[in-house]
């Protein structure tokens, strides 16, 4: 089971939108979340989504979900959007109880 | 409510010493979670606990030991630090019900080892 999300590093400026990727492989999907941590902090929940075609929305971003990865939208971002985003998927199974998290894309937005 | 919160939030040790982190949450969540953070390698699961007075090994669990003797309390022990172990640690717990809930995190705890 893996989570790979891209880019890394993200730099916008404001107003300019873009998307976010995050690609798993897991036996069989339970949920996907999104989470945004800022420095010094701890990860926010952000989305859950559990099924390909699922969309949710949130202020500027939405997540969208596929069978093999879920992007999130950043329309039109504020630089109080700059933030670090995580990706995790819960599998079915056994390992159902945990969380298997991405590196993260860490977000800047220029004023 | 407070949510979830840590105890402490910054520590230093010298290689050898041991010390505890304490996770408190006030939600009544059934699993709690405790999980280290470095640099580009994103959040990793070292133990958990699906109710009182049970634990299990994530995915790093060696050199800690965790207890929860109480529902709403998650201890992390490190009983002989090493630098390795110089990270941010934090904290989630969850709602019980498979799949319809999230992870709700504490603010970290910074620990240097040296």
């Known amino acids: 089971d893996q989570v790979t999300q891209s880019p890394e590093a993200l730099r916008l400026q404001e107003g300019e939108s873009s998307s976010l990727n995050c690609s798993y492989t897991?036996?069989?999907?339970?949920?996907l979340f999104w989470y945004r941590q800022d420095p010094g902090k701890g990860p926010e929940f952000l989305f859950t989504?559990?099924?390909a075609g699922e969309e949710k929305e949130k202020e500027r971003l939405k997540a969208t979900l596929t069978k093999k990865e879920s992007f999130l939208h950043i329309t039109a971002p504020k630089p109080e959007d700059s933030a670090t985003y995580l990706c995790?998927?819960?599998?079915?199974?056994?390992?159902?109880?945990?969380?298997?998290f991405g590196s993260g894309t860490r977000l800047l937005v220029r004023p | 409510n407070a949510g979830v919160t840590q105890t402490p939030k910054f520590r230093v040790l010298k290689t050898g010493q041991s010390m505890t982190l304490l996770c408190a949450q006030d939600m009544n969540h059934e699993y709690m979670y405790w999980y280290r953070q470095d640099p580009g390698m994103g959040l990793r699961l070292i133990h958990y606990s699906v109710g009182e007075g049970t634990t299990a090994k994530g995915e790093v669990p060696d050199g800690y030991n965790v207890s929860r003797l109480k529902k709403q309390n998650f201890l992390l022990g490190l009983e002989s630090a090493a630098p390795s172990q110089t990270s941010v640690y934090f904290c989630?717990?969850?709602?019980?019900?498979?799949?319809?809930?999230?992870?709700?995190f504490g603010p970290g705890t910074r620990l240097t080892v040296l």
């Open positions: 897991v036996s069989g999907l339970r949920g």
């Open positions: 989504l559990y099924s």
């Open positions: 995790a998927v819960q599998a079915l199974g056994d390992s159902s109880y945990k969380l298997i």
């Open positions: 989630a717990s969850r709602y019980g019900a498979l799949g319809q809930s999230w992870q709700f």
